[in-house]
């Protein structure tokens, strides 16, 4: 069985690309279930699949969070990885297809879970908007706020890699990805054909796709009235790939593989000291004698536990 990936909100799941692309475990909040029966369901899911990553966006409230810190706790396991994203809704919806797509490769759990940060930095979500006097995860100038009291003003960002912000008009344009890519548009009261009859165009995209739009964008993003949008990497080659392309590495805390320098299990980071820098700049790979020894598996268990 592929790894599982689990999510904290039904909006999170798309439709899959292909008919290989598996589905999204749910993850409940405490006030849809229980934590008994949230602790059956989630040691069901490790039992049958061996490892389940869970993706969960940084604006979740904050019973939802411990549930799932205690549930991870309570279970005793180190085979669950929560990873917390500062994507907007829409943003992370592709996020997670895009690991469903990995799951089902030679990839190890690990390289799965710390996979999510790299391919983060391929992903160019934002919106259109109607105002952007709530919006308050991305810098907005005074200008900017000034105008969103001008009737009909609309507002192109860019949440996601660099954040970006224009006045939507004849000269408005965004820095968009400089890799082939698809746009998926979640259509919404205001902006929808500037960005498919404008921004589409001038992204170069492949395709342009249209989904629901997230019940938690308008919460987002500060406005009920807008359209999202995401251009991201769609082929299963493509981002498999990518992740390829990167050094393996192993956790010195819990011993799973990774990428990158963040461990996706443990959140662990690779430390400076295990790392060597050739001439040019470029690093290279830990030696064997830097390596710490990993953690037992009551050390592992108590370093997963949630917080006071």
């Not at 990885?81 to 690991?99: C, D, E, H, M, T």
């Not at 992740?243 to 963040?262: H, K, P, T, Y």
Request: overall charge neutral; hydrophobic content about 45%.
């Amino acid at each position: 069985m592929p790894t599982a990936i689990a999510v904290t909100s039904p909006d999170l799941v798309l439709a899959p690309t292909d008919p290989g692309t598996p589905l999204a475990a749910l993850l409940q909040s405490p006030g849809a279930q229980p934590l008994d029966a949230a602790l059956a369901d989630t040691h069901r899911l490790v039992e049958q699949h061996g490892y389940v990553i869970a993706l969960y966006p940084a604006s979740l409230c904050a019973a939802h969070e411990h549930r799932l810190h205690t549930v991870r706790s309570l279970l005793e396991t180190d085979r669950i990885a929560l990873i917390k994203s500062g994507l907007p809704p829409l943003g992370l919806a592709v996020l997670v297809r895009q690991l469903r797509q990995l799951s089902v490769c030679d990839f190890s759990p690990g390289v799965i879970a710390s996979a999510a940060r790299l391919l983060s930095h391929y992903i160019y979500a934002g919106a259109v908007l109607n105002s952007v006097t709530h919006v308050d995860r991305i810098p907005v100038g005074l200008t900017a706020h000034a105008r969103s009291w001008v009737p009909g003003s609309q507002f192109a960002v860019l949440a996601n890699p660099r954040p970006q912000l224009v006045k939507v008009g004849p000269a408005a344009a965004l820095t968009g990805p400089d890799f082939a890519s698809q746009l998926l548009v979640a259509r919404g009261a205001v902006g929808a054909d500037w960005v498919t009859t404008t921004l589409a165009p001038a992204w170069r995209v492949g395709a342009v796709q249209e989904t629901a739009p997230p019940a938690d964008s308008a919460t987002w993003w500060g406005t009920g009235k807008l359209t999202e949008f995401v251009a991201h990497l769609p082929d299963l080659s493509v981002l498999y790939q990518l992740v390829s392309s990167v050094r393996r590495e192993q956790c010195r805390w819990c011993a799973m593989e990774l990428i990158g320098d963040r461990c996706g299990f443990c959140s662990s980071p690779q430390p400076a000291e295990d790392r060597h820098t050739a001439p040019d700049g470029a690093e290279l790979a830990p030696t064997p004698a830097h390596r710490a020894r990993p953690l037992t598996r009551a050390e592992r268990r108590r370093a997963i536990s949630p917080g006071p």
